[in-house]
């Protein structure tokens, strides 16, 4: 069965700091990547996502995030983080299995405090 | 994207009693989802509820504790029936957009003493 895994489940920033949250699934066939993020308060919102192309895409707030087929990975990447990026952040993955392509799978999650 | 409401937004109930949790999209989809979130754990998919035919479920979760309606492609329920504390999370519906892309409501928190 596939899977996701965030390896940080807390992590705290400075503002300014860069940040790079890891997420690494298991699965051999073709996926659709992507990072969710819950501001404190506030329902889940789509960050970015990748389907396929370019492995480096960017998306809202300054944030990207990388693909990395050979490590079954896809990491997130802020070069500056802000207090306002204080959150939560869950990689989650829609694997290509038996033409059943919209289950996705959630890691466990990231919480992010930015202390200002 | 899509605008996503749910209702209620929170509950406590009683066990022993059934909650229904609705979830109104702004267009219509062809795609529902209704997802769990228990303390502390990550999202968890209950089932999937297309219009038009039965909603598809998870290892896990069963129709007879969680039934599922989609009378049209713009709305759904979900069912929490004969709750027990355990039942306690956050319930979440999405729908699909844009290609494989899911976009999620606000959720609904229950508790159940």
């Known amino acids: 069965a596939q899977s996701v895994s965030q390896h940080n489940h807390h992590v705290i920033l400075s503002e300014a700091a860069s940040l790079e949250l890891g997420c690494n699934y298991s699965y051999g066939g073709t996926v659709n990547l992507f990072w969710y993020v819950q501001y404190p308060g506030q329902h889940l919102q789509l960050l970015l996502k990748?389907?396929?192309?370019?492995?480096l895409v960017k998306g809202i707030k300054g944030f990207e995030a990388e693909f990395i087929k050979s490590k079954f990975s896809f990491n997130l990447r802020k070069p500056s983080v802000q207090w306002s990026d204080t959150a939560e952040y869950f990689c989650a993955v829609n694997a290509h299995e038996g033409g059943a392509t919209n289950k996705l799978i959630f890691g466990t999650g990231t919480l992010l405090a930015v202390q200002p | 994207s899509a605008v996503i409401s749910q209702k209620p937004s929170r509950d406590i109930c009683q066990r022993g009693t059934s909650l229904t949790i609705q979830c109104q999209v702004d267009s219509q989809v062809t795609m529902m989802f209704w997802y769990r979130q228990q303390p502390g754990q990550s999202l968890t998919l209950i089932a999937t509820?297309?219009?038009?035919?039965?909603?598809?479920?998870e290892s896990g979760f069963v129709i007879d504790k969680f039934p599922i309606s989609r009378p049209n492609l713009t709305f759904s329920t979900l069912t929490v029936s004969n709750m027990s504390p355990e039942d306690s999370s956050i319930y979440l519906c999405?729908?699909?957009?844009?290609?494989?892309?899911?976009?999620f409501g606000p959720g609904t928190r229950l508790l159940v003493l």
């Open positions: 999405s729908v699909e957009k844009g290609g494989e892309t899911q976009y």
């Open positions: 509820a297309n219009q038009g035919s039965e909603a598809t479920y």
């Open positions: 990748y389907f396929s192309g370019d492995p």
